[in-house]
């Protein structure tokens, strides 16, 4: 993609658009920060670069701007010998170097996602803009920004874009923004549904970042999937009533809730076809997040945080002064297959509101002791504002909890591991956390054994970081 002059922000919010309020308001150009200021101790393990993406609109929006619309920032923290740097880079989408070219947005958002603009003003970017926004990977060498409407972004290790990736024209169609890796063969899995059509598409990728299968698994509805789990024999899918219904745009809800579907989960062979997948009905719910999964025997258990009934708010007929989201946040729970016996079940096992559900990554698929999550003490707060950190500890049941205060405004904790180590919980957890009073963000180190001690260390950010969506350790190779 040709490289485009430093871009430069022009967002007023002219609207009073709710999700440009506070934090979520943009920052409005890229810089680079060779030294940060740090409070406490760096530890001598910690050597790699913490990124973290989100939205961050270069233009005012058209229309109503929910914050799944905002094009891709990418911010790096980079640690190194007890130092910290900092840069950050929008991710130049094919349409936002239209839009940047043009001067102004031109593409609409998620509520009115089929104006689609004309090509006299965006030329070959495409009807839908791809904005990147919600994850960074990395996997055979390649870093990958996600967005699960469209196909992942490569990325350099200097956040600079490189253009959308397709795994060499073998994906043609979506890429979830939670893919997993099993760190013990280097695969990679994920999957892409369609907001147009009834189905899933199961992808795995080998160490050297090939694509070597695929597998499309039939729904009943076009379903609004965000996350999933493996274990060391399977996929594991949770197909939930929250449905996409493009007919609806302005008559209501574009994303609806329909109990009635019911909520199934859907075990995959790791390599299996589309007509292997078993369906096990459960209660109705939904899981944006999941921690972690394995088999045992007959027995496939998971975790993660389970929405009674969701609302996101993507209806263009509200008013932008109605709230529309259900701010009751999802709580823990844990799920369970019995494949001999053909059942399947779920119960809460925390009554503390969360998500942005993160464990040790390098035991995805087998069994983990352990979990983290952002949660909200206080009352009051919206859909997705955290004020702490969570863990849990499943063999004790026992959980701490360190809260960053009234103005604290708590990201998702990454678990960056101790290269020293030896136990699951030898490591620390990053997050970038917002302080409402100072308008500063700071990326505090906690201990993954000790969460309720707090900060072991805080990088102060030159600026704030806006709101933002998931993020990832990246050690230094």
């Given at each position: 993609m040709a490289a485009l002059a430093p871009l430069v922000g022009n967002v007023t919010n002219q609207n009073q658009q709710p999700d440009l309020e506070g934090n979520m308001f943009p920052v409005s150009d890229e810089v680079d920060v060779a030294s940060l200021e740090i409070t406490g101790q760096l530890p001598s393990g910690l050597q790699g670069s913490f990124l973290r993406n989100g939205p961050n609109p270069l233009f005012e929006p058209i229309g109503r701007y929910h914050m799944f619309d905002g094009d891709g920032m990418l911010h790096g923290i980079t640690l190194e010998d007890g130092r910290a740097s900092y840069r950050n880079r929008w991710i130049r989408s094919r349409g936002l170097c239209a839009e940047a070219k043009l001067g102004r947005a031109a593409y609409p958002g998620l509520s009115e996602v089929t104006d689609f603009p004309s090509s006299s003003l965006v030329g070959d970017a495409g009807r839908v803009k791809n904005p990147a926004n919600t994850h960074i990977v990395r996997h055979a060498d390649k870093y990958l920004a996600l967005w699960e409407?469209?196909?992942?972004?490569?990325?350099?290790?200097?956040?600079?874009?490189v253009g959308e990736?397709?795994?060499?024209?073998?994906?043609?169609?979506?890429?979830?923004?939670?893919?997993?890796?099993?760190?013990?063969?280097?695969?990679?899995f994920f999957f892409g549904y369609s907001v147009m059509e009834p189905v899933i598409n199961y992808y795995v990728v080998n160490a050297q970042g090939t694509l070597i299968h695929s597998a499309k698994v039939d729904l009943p509805a076009p379903v609004m999937m965000h996350d999933f789990i493996i274990?060391?024999?399977?996929?594991?899918?949770?197909?939930s009533p929250i449905v996409f219904d493009i007919a609806n745009l302005g008559k209501g809800p574009m994303v609806q809730w329909r109990p009635e579907n019911g909520t199934r989960i859907g075990v995959l062979p790791r390599f299996g076809t589309g007509e292997e997948v078993r369906w096990f009905e459960i209660d109705p719910g939904h899981v944006q997040h999941f921690w972690n999964g394995?088999?045992?025997?007959?027995?496939?258990?998971?975790?993660?945080?389970?929405?009674?009934?969701?609302?996101?708010g993507i209806d263009s007929t509200v008013e932008l002064d109605t709230s529309v989201v259900d701010n009751t946040p999802p709580q823990p729970a844990r799920f369970w297959v019995d494949l001999a016996a053909d059942k399947a079940g779920w119960e809460q096992f925390d009554d503390l509101g969360g998500?942005?559900?993160?464990?040790?990554?390098?035991?995805d698929g087998v069994r983990s002791r352990f979990h983290y999550m952002s949660a909200v003490v206080a009352q009051g707060r919206r859909l997705g504002d955290f004020d702490s950190i969570v863990r849990y500890d499943d063999a004790t049941g026992a959980r701490q909890i360190w809260t960053a205060g009234s103005n604290g405004h708590v990201g998702e904790s990454v678990f960056a591991p101790d290269p020293e180590g030896s136990a699951?919980?030898?490591?620390?957890?990053?997050?970038?956390?917002?302080?409402?009073?100072?308008?500063?963000?700071?990326?505090?180190?906690?201990d993954a054994r000790d969460v309720t001690a707090g900060p072991i260390a805080r990088i102060h950010l030159a600026r704030r970081m806006p709101f933002g969506f998931h993020a990832s350790w990246f050690a230094k190779s």
């Open positions: 409407g469209g196909l992942p972004t490569e990325v350099t290790a200097a956040l600079e874009t990736y397709d795994f060499d024209g073998k994906l043609r169609g979506a890429m979830t923004a939670h893919p997993r890796l099993d760190p013990r063969t280097g695969d990679l274990t060391e024999e399977h996929a594991v899918f949770l197909d394995w088999v045992e025997g007959d027995r496939i258990e998971f975790s993660g945080t389970r929405f009674e009934r969701p609302d996101f998500d942005f559900a993160r464990f040790n990554d390098e035991f699951e919980d030898d490591g620390w957890l990053l997050n970038a956390v917002y302080d409402a009073g100072t308008e500063s963000t700071d990326i505090c180190v906690l």
